[in-house]
C-alpha cells in the first residue's frame, strides 16, 4: 500500500496562505455587493431594520480588511521589505480601501448606533449634511478592492497579457474612482447648488421662516398648513407637544433611523427634516460610479487581453519557441490589419528569412529535431 | 540474451514509451532516440556506467547495445506497421490501369512489402523511409488529393493533362502513395560515391542516376508498373532540372518532405499558423533547395490554408 506523502512545513504553510487568499478574496466579492445592497435599499427606502444589517456588515467588512492590511504590513516590515508591499504590490489599495473607511464612515456609524447618538444627523444644523455626503462617498473607494481581485483571477494564460491588461484595468479603475471619490468630496463640501443642495436649502429656509414668524404654525392648524406645505418636514413640535406630523410614530419608527432625519431648533419650535432624499441623490451617484467602474474593467478585460493577446503576446511567444525549440516550425499568423506594425514585420522577417533558413539548416544535417530531453527521463537516470 | 542485452532492451523500453514521442512513427522514434543518445551521451555516460546498468563496459559498447536494442524495437514495431499500411491503407487496383502485363494487385503489395523489409535494412533508406511511412499510414495524400480535383487547377490539370493519368481521384492517392514507398530505394542503391561518406541521405539526384536506380529497383519490383518505379526514383530530381518529370514524382518528394516531421494531432499555438499551412509556406521559400515544383506547392498552400490544416 502506497503510504501518502508526508505534508512537510512549506507545504502546510501553503495551504494555510492560499486559504487565507481565498478568504480574502470571498470578503472581497461580498463587500462589493455589500455595498451595492446598501446603496440599492438606500434607494428603494427599505426599513431601518434591514439598513442597520448593512451597517453593521459594512463595519464589520472594513474591520475585517483593516486587520488584514495591518497583518501584511507586519509581515512586509519583518521581511524588510514595506515599501515594496505598499507601492509594487498594492498596498497602498489595501490600505486606502481599509483604514479611512473605517475611522470616517462605518466606524463612527457604527459607535453612534451603538451608543445611542446620532451620527452626523445629530448636528444642529443641516449643514453638517456636507460631511455626511463627503464621508459616504469614501464608501466608493471599496471599490478599489476590484483591483484585488483582478490580480487573482487568471483571465489570460500569458503572463505578459495578465500583467498589462491588469495594469490598465487598475490605472483606469484607480483614476475613476478616486477622480469621482476627491470631486465628489470637493463638490460636496462647496456651495454649488443640485438636488439635495436645494432640498437642504428648503428646510433651512422653511427653519428660518419659522425663526421671524412663529405664527405660522400657531396651533395644530397652522402647523399642519405650514407642514404639508414643506417637502422636508417631518415633524413639527413646540416643546414636546406635537403640533404636525407627516407620518405616523409606526412609519417612522421602521422606516427612518438616526442619519435619516435631523433636527432644528426655531423658537421654541422643534422642526425634523427629512434626509432620506439627500442620501438617496448620494447613493445615486455611488452606484454610478461603481458600476461604471464596473463597466470599464469588463470591457478592458474583455476587449482589451485578447487584442494584447493577438498583436503582442501570441506572436512572440511563437516566435521564442521557433527560436529556442529545434522542431518548432510553425510561422506566426500575421493579420492584414496589422501586418505593418512593428511586431509583425519582425514575425514576417521570422517566417520569411529565420524558418527557411533553420528548415535548410536542419536538412543539412540529417536529422530531426529531438522531442526529447533529458529532462523527460530523468526519473529513468535516478534508478 | 544476455544481461546486458535485457538492461539494454529494459532502458531503450522505457525511452521507446517515453510520453514525450507519443504519437510518432517507430521511424520517427528511432530517428529520435539514436539523436537523443548521440547528444546526449557525454550526459548519460556516467549513469549508464554505472553498477546498476552496464559497470566495466566502455561506452562504444554500450551504444552497441543501445543500438542495438532500439532497432530491435523498431523492427518488431515495423513488420505489422508495414502490413498494416499496405492492407489497408493502399489499393493497389490502379497498376491494372497502368500496367501492360496483368499482374495481380495482391502479388504487388506482397512484391512492395519484401522490397520496403529490405530497404529498412539499409540505413539511410530506413531513415527516408520515416516521410512515406508517416505519409501513407495517416490520411495526408488522400485529403489533398481529393481537394486537387475539387479545384481542378494546376496539379489536377498536370496529373490529368501532362501525365495523362485516367484513373479515378481515390486511385491517384494510391500512386502517389505507391510512389511515396518507392522513393528511398535511391539510397538503397546509391554508392560510395553518391552517398557522402558520413552517411547523410541523398538530398536531390542526378538523371543518369536515377536511370541506373530505376533499372536496379525494376529487376526488386518486377510486377509493378515501370511507370510507377520510375516516378518513386524521378521523385529525388531536381524539378529545375527535370521540367518533365512526372506530376505524380513532383507530389511523392512534396509529401514525403512534408511527412518527415509530421506530427499528427500536433497542438497549434495561438497566433500561430496551422501545421500544413506553414510547412508550405517555408517550402515555397525553399523550393530551389529541395527541387520542388514551386506552383504545386503555391496550390498546396491554398489548400491548407483553406481547410486550416
Not at chain 1, 459594512?58 to 519583518?78: K, M, P, Y
Not at chain 2, 540474451?1 to 510518432?24: C, I, T
Not at chain 2, 542516376?209 to 533499372?215: D, G, H, L, N, T
Request: aromatic share 10%; hydrophobic share 45%; with cysteine.
Amino acid at each position: 500500500m502506497v503510504s501518502p506523502r508526508k505534508m512537510d512545513g512549506n507545504d502546510m504553510k501553503g495551504r494555510f496562505r492560499n486559504l487565507i487568499e481565498s478568504v480574502v478574496t470571498t470578503a472581497i466579492i461580498l463587500v462589493l455587493i455589500q455595498t451595492i445592497a446598501e446603496d440599492v435599499l438606500v434607494m428603494s427606502g427599505a426599513s431601518w431594520l434591514i439598513r442597520r444589517i448593512f451597517l453593521y456588515t459594512g463595519f464589520a467588512f472594513d474591520l475585517f480588511f483593516t486587520v488584514e492590511f495591518l497583518i501584511r504590513s507586519w509581515d512586509a516590515i519583518i521581511r524588510r521589505a514595506f515599501g515594496h508591499y505598499l507601492f509594487r504590490e498594492n498596498g497602498w489599495v489595501d490600505f486606502i480601501a481599509s483604514v479611512p473607511l473605517l475611522i470616517f464612515t462605518s466606524g463612527p456609524e457604527v459607535l453612534a448606533l451603538s451608543t445611542g447618538a446620532v451620527f452626523a444627523g445629530s448636528g444642529a444644523v443641516l449643514g453638517l449634511l456636507k460631511v455626511v455626503k463627503a464621508v459616504r462617498m469614501a464608501r466608493v473607494l471599496r471599490l478599489l478592492r476590484l483591483l484585488k481581485i483582478f490580480r487573482r483571477i487568471r483571465f489570460a494564460e500569458s503572463v505578459m497579457v495578465q500583467r498589462h491588461t491588469v495594469r490598465i484595468v487598475t490605472t483606469a479603475a484607480a483614476t475613476l474612482i478616486f477622480s469621482a471619490t476627491v470631486i465628489g468630496t470637493v463638490f460636496a463640501v462647496t456651495d454649488y447648488t443640485g438636488t439635495d443642495e436645494a432640498w437642504r436649502s428648503e428646510g433651512e429656509a422653511a427653519a428660518v421662516s419659522l425663526e421671524k414668524r412663529p405664527d405660522l404654525a400657531a396651533g395644530p392648524d397652522a402647523a399642519q398648513l405650514w407642514g404639508e406645505s414643506r417637502p422636508s418636514v417631518l415633524l413639527v413640535k413646540d416643546d414636546d407637544w406635537t403640533l404636525y406630523a407627516r407620518n405616523d410614530d409606526a412609519v417612522l419608527a421602521r422606516y427612518f433611523g438616526p442619519s435619516d432625519f435631523t433636527i432644528r431648533s426655531a423658537g421654541s419650535y422643534s422642526i425634523w427634516f427629512d434626509l432620506r432624499p439627500a442620501a438617496v441623490a448620494q447613493s445615486k451617484l455611488n452606484l454610478t460610479i461603481f458600476l461604471s467602474t464596473l463597466a470599464v474593467v469588463l470591457v478592458i478585460m474583455v476587449t482589451y487581453s485578447p487584442h494584447f493577446a493577438i498583436t503582442v503576446s501570441d506572436p512572440v511567444n511563437v516566435m521564442a519557441r521557433g527560436l529556442k525549440e529545434k522542431s518548432y516550425n510553425l510561422e506566426v499568423s500575421i493579420p492584414p490589419d496589422y501586418a505593418e506594425d512593428g511586431l509583425f514585420r519582425l514575425a514576417a522577417a521570422y517566417n520569411d528569412e529565420f524558418l527557411p533558413l533553420k528548415e535548410r539548416s536542419t536538412t543539412e544535417e540529417q536529422g530531426s529535431a529531438l522531442d526529447i530531453s533529458l529532462d523527460d527521463i530523468s526519473d529513468l537516470l535516478k534508478t | 540474451m544476455s544481461a546486458e542485452q535485457q538492461k539494454a532492451a529494459a532502458f531503450v523500453g522505457r525511452l521507446w514509451n517515453n510520453p514525450s514521442l507519443a504519437g510518432l512513427s517507430p521511424l520517427q522514434k528511432e530517428e529520435q532516440l539514436q539523436q537523443f543518445l548521440e547528444v546526449n551521451g557525454p550526459t548519460l555516460k556516467p549513469t549508464l556506467s554505472s553498477p546498476s546498468f552496464f559497470p566495466n563496459l566502455p561506452w562504444p559498447r554500450i551504444r552497441e547495445f543501445l543500438n542495438q536494442a532500439l532497432a530491435d524495437y523498431a523492427n518488431e514495431a515495423l513488420a505489422p506497421l508495414y502490413e498494416a499500411i499496405l492492407e489497408k491503407k493502399v489499393n493497389f487496383s490502379f497498376i491494372q490501369h497502368l500496367s501492360h502485363q496483368s499482374a495481380m494487385p495482391s502479388s504487388v503489395q506482397a512484391q512492395l512489402g519484401e522490397f520496403m523489409k529490405k530497404m529498412s535494412t539499409h540505413p539511410t533508406a530506413r531513415k527516408e523511409l520515416t516521410g512515406p511511412l508517416m505519409g501513407v499510414g495517416t490520411d495526408v495524400v488522400d485529403l489533398y488529393i481529393e481537394r486537387i480535383f475539387q479545384r481542378q487547377k494546376y496539379v489536377s490539370f498536370e496529373i490529368r493533362k501532362v501525365q495523362r493519368l485516367k484513373i479515378s481521384p481515390n486511385e491517384v492517392a494510391d500512386l502517389v502513395k505507391t510512389t511515396m514507398l518507392i522513393r528511398p530505394s535511391i539510397q538503397m542503391f546509391s554508392s560510395a560515391e553518391q552517398s557522402p561518406s558520413s552517411g547523410r541521405n541523398l538530398l536531390l539526384i542526378s538523371s543518369a542516376f536515377a536511370s541506373k536506380v530505376i533499372e536496379e529497383a525494376k529487376k526488386s519490383l518486377s510486377l509493378m508498373p515501370e511507370s510507377v518505379v520510375k516516378s518513386g526514383v524521378n521523385s529525388a530530381l531536381s524539378f529545375q532540372d527535370n521540367p518533365y518529370m512526372e506530376s505524380t514524382a513532383r507530389l511523392a518528394a512534396i509529401f514525403s518532405h512534408r511527412c518527415r516531421n509530421l506530427k499528427p494531432g500536433m497542438k497549434v499555438d495561438r497566433g500561430a499558423e496551422s501545421s500544413d499551412k506553414s510547412w508550405f509556406s517555408v517550402a515555397r521559400k525553399n523550393y530551389k533547395f529541395y527541387g520542388f515544383d514551386l506552383d504545386m506547392l503555391v496550390e498546396l498552400h491554398g489548400i491548407a490554408a483553406e481547410n486550416g490544416w
